[in-house]
């Protein structure tokens, strides 16, 4: 398939800059890959398409607070600092971007906060805006870690063209976000409310957790055939696995909450087919056409032209019956990206 076949026309005011009011009454729509129908409803309706002992699998990962800004010492340059990833514990090293890139030299040092009590050296260039930074902190690891999420913000996506707000603190989240280290929300699951999860619950619907930590590779746009997704780290666990092996078994349906839950299971399986526990890294790039093993449903957000999750999505849907239901998204006006509305494939 060409890049092309991805591109559509996406209007700026489809791009959405907040949430809606209430997680689960953002719009879904709902394609049927069988019957090839289009149906528009809201979120909260998602549970009239499950039965019980059906699962549905989730991706527990926690955002940090992956931005900071940061003054340059001598010339006192704001410079924004975007955490991405922690090489070691014990010496505070980390992987970065930073922005103006180009002020950015091995050997700089950088302050943040009022009082400067955190400072970070550049060590190492990674990449043209990458760098690795030492940071330099009197207190216990506990402390640095702490100091960090105070002067971190919520690391919001480029294209959202406001100031972070204190509401984005609890909605660029989700209710069920547990292990700290992604720097972009899996945006599927924003939309599930405690109400709704309590209400598939009562259903006797299963919950799977799986962890993707995602990173900020899941931004790039594909521009080469060739391209090669970052790495990012995942924790399938036993338990997890073994509730999904028994659906499977049983032919219920198993649907995976999001992009980054449907690669991390479809990076571990085994020669039969079943799912396997693991824990280790994956960058597996999935577009079409692609055999999927595990899932049989899926809820995913609006994505943008040439997004390797805009390939996954036409992978799992079918190209075309997707790319019809895109044209039908915008000309009905839904919210496109991280803020945005929800789809569920059947």
């Not at 302050?111 to 990674?126: C, K, P, S």
């Amino acid at each position: 398939m060409k890049l092309s076949h991805f591109n559509f026309e996406l209007p700026d005011e489809l791009l959405a800059e907040y949430p809606s009011e209430n997680r689960d009454e953002s719009r879904l729509m709902v394609l049927n890959r069988e019957k090839q129908t289009i149906e528009h409803k809201q979120f909260k309706d998602l549970i009239d398409y499950f039965n019980e002992d059906d699962v549905m699998i989730l991706n527990d990962t926690k955002v940090f607070p992956a931005r900071l800004f940061g003054n340059k010492e001598k010339t006192g340059a704001r410079i924004e600092v975007f955490l991405l990833r922690e090489l070691n514990a014990e010496q505070r090293l980390w992987d970065v971007l930073v922005d103006p890139a180009r002020k950015i030299r091995i050997g700089n040092k950088l302050y943040f906060g009022d009082d400067e009590m955190l400072v970070a050296e550049v060590i190492d260039n990674t990449t043209s805006r990458g760098r690795t930074l030492r940071f330099l902190y009197d207190g216990s690891y506990e402390e640095f870690r702490k100091k960090l999420t105070q002067l971190g913000q919520t690391p919001l996506p480029k294209y959202i063209n406001r100031e972070v707000e204190p509401e984005d603190e609890e909605r660029y989240q989700t209710i069920y976000a547990k292990k700290e280290g992604a720097v972009a929300a899996p945006t599927a699951g924003l939309h599930f409310s405690k109400h709704l999860l309590k209400r598939l619950e009562i259903k006797g619907i299963n919950f799977a957790e799986i962890t993707l930590h995602v990173g900020l590779g899941t931004f790039n746009p594909v521009e080469v055939e060739e391209h090669k997704m970052d790495s990012e780290e995942i924790i399938i666990p036993t338990q997890t696995a073994d509730t999904i092996n028994t659906a499977l078994k049983e032919k219920r349906r198993i649907c995976a909450v999001g992009t980054t839950a449907m690669r991390a299971i479809e990076s571990s399986v085994s020669s039969k087919g079943n799912l396997n526990d693991y824990s280790g890294w994956t960058n597996k790039f999935i577009f079409p056409p692609y055999e999927f093993s595990i899932a049989n449903c899926m809820i995913t957000n609006f994505h943008t032209p040439k997004s390797t999750l805009l390939m996954m999505t036409a992978a799992f849907g079918g190209h075309d019956f997707v790319k019809k239901a895109y044209e039908e998204a915008v000309k009905e006006k839904y919210k496109f990206y991280s803020y945005g509305d929800a789809m569920l494939i059947i």
